[in-house]
């Protein structure tokens, strides 16, 4: 087990006036970044999703500072003091509780009307329960949908997951723990046996990773309602070739805009079906349309 050490030290180089938008660690504290202890100390109003587990933070640090409470519900009311600051020329931070903020977090509003009124918005990257469980999951990362919490009841979350179901990318979810078991049951419903990862308490002591089909998991007695925080992956479905009735279908909507030469080629690219024959399918379509008209 490594020995405490003291904090490093901080930079002594002035911290530019702006907003800074400051990631903090989903749970190992030595995962915060030397950036980020330097715009801690140096900020004029740091703005904490949860002051008491944001002062801990910097209690573990020896910062000191000036906090206001921003969350969902106190927003609203920090916003005008946080501008304000930037006005004068100085210096806020955002942070959340743990993590990247903005990350199914509030704060996108405050970035927005900070910029839109001339002040620099500086991301200061470092630890993010949504990249570290792509890390680790093992499944495709070179498109990914980040879909945030579902909703909590089962009928509201199985719409929302079929809205989803068809997106070709790993799709990635935060999720109360009490909810997994019911979360996991729906997933398999909607979206079948894919593969799928559940990550617990990433970086943290008891820090697991489980893997295997959403049906598998989704009947694991240890996945029903663990403690601790959690992100589930699940893989993109297998690619469903398009039938005759899709192009078709595709071909009269591009029909209507294009001549039979283009609405081919569109459909071609949006379908993956070759386009010579789509080509002769069109005009088929394209004559149909003129004897019925005749």
């Not at 573990?60 to 003091?81: L, N, Q, T, V, Y």
């Not at 910029?115 to 990362?141: N, T, W």
């Not at 979810?173 to 979206?191: H, I, P, T, Y």
């Not at 601790?228 to 005759?244: N, Q, Y």
């Amino acid at each position: 087990m490594a020995h405490p050490v003291d904090p490093p030290a901080l930079s002594d180089a002035p911290l530019a006036p702006g907003l800074y938008i400051v990631a903090t660690p989903i749970g190992n504290l030595r995962d915060i970044t030397l950036r980020a202890l330097d715009v801690l100390a140096a900020a004029d109003l740091i703005l904490a999703e949860d002051t008491r587990v944001t002062g801990k933070l910097l209690s573990a640090f020896r910062i000191s500072g000036k906090m206001e409470r921003h969350d969902e519900h106190a927003a609203e009311r920090a916003r005008p003091k946080a501008l304000a600051v930037l006005e004068q020329g100085g210096r806020v931070a955002l942070v959340s509780d743990a993590g990247t903020p903005l990350i199914s977090d509030p704060g996108y509003r405050l970035v927005r009307e900070a910029a839109a009124a001339g002040f620099p918005v500086h991301p200061i990257p470092g630890a993010s329960a949504l990249l570290a469980g792509l890390s680790v999951a093992g499944l495709p990362s070179d498109r990914i949908l980040f879909a945030g919490f579902p909703p909590p009841k089962s009928a509201a979350r199985r719409s929302f997951l079929q809205e989803v179901a068809g997106v070709r990318a790993t799709l990635v979810f935060f999720e109360g723990a009490s909810r997994l078991g019911d979360s996991l049951a729906d997933m398999a419903q909607v979206f079948g046996p894919r593969e799928a990862v559940v990550c617990r308490e990433l970086t943290k002591l008891y820090e697991t990773v489980v893997r295997g089909p959403l049906d598998v998991l989704a009947a694991d007695p240890t996945l029903q309602a663990p403690k601790g925080e959690i992100v589930i992956l699940v893989g993109p479905g297998r690619e469903m070739e398009a039938t005759a009735a899709d192009a078709d279908l595709a071909l009269r909507e591009a029909l209507a805009r294009l001549k039979p030469a283009e609405a081919a080629g569109e459909v071609a690219r949006a379908l993956g079906l070759p386009r010579r024959e789509l080509y002769r399918r069109a005009l088929e379509l394209k004559a149909d349309q003129a004897d019925a008209e005749a």
